[in-house]
């Protein structure tokens, strides 16, 4: 089984500045991709910021400049710096994490894993 937990958001007013985190438990083997997603109310779920293995990371335009996406290999955590936060951020942020588990009979098999979600409201 793999577990992710989620920490980190809250209120901030418009401006303002939150750290998300998600840490990752588990039967892992090795993880790769780790990502954020947001769910706005009324909306789709839509990709935020991804890291890859090796560092790489991409950004939503939305959040391009003011968002930044870390990984601490050694803890299997990965984090969302979230800088001038807007109303529009406002959203359920999810973590993805993708990556390798043991599995009983196969040895090792792939994972897709979901954090259960946090808020972020952003509002005066």
């Known amino acids: 089984q793999v577990h992710l937990v989620e920490s980190g958001g809250g209120l901030v007013q418009p401006g303002g500045s939150l750290r998300l985190s998600c840490a990752v438990s588990?039967?892992?083997?090795?993880?790769?991709?780790m990502g954020w997603f947001r769910q706005a109310p009324g909306k789709q779920r839509e990709p935020v910021a991804r890291?890859?293995?090796?560092?790489?990371?991409n950004y939503a335009d939305a959040v391009k400049g003011r968002f930044t996406i870390s990984r601490d290999n050694s803890e299997n955590t990965v984090y969302l710096q979230m800088n001038s936060l807007k109303p529009e951020d406002t959203a359920v942020y999810y973590c993805?994490?993708?990556?390798?588990?043991?599995?009983?009979?196969?040895?090792?098999?792939?994972?897709?894993?979901w954090g259960q979600g946090t808020q972020v409201t952003v509002s005066s």
């Open positions: 890291i890859t293995g090796d560092g790489s990371t």
């Open positions: 588990g039967t892992i083997f090795s993880i790769n991709d």
């Open positions: 993805n994490v993708r990556g390798v588990k043991y599995c009983a009979y196969m040895g090792r098999c792939n994972f897709d894993s």
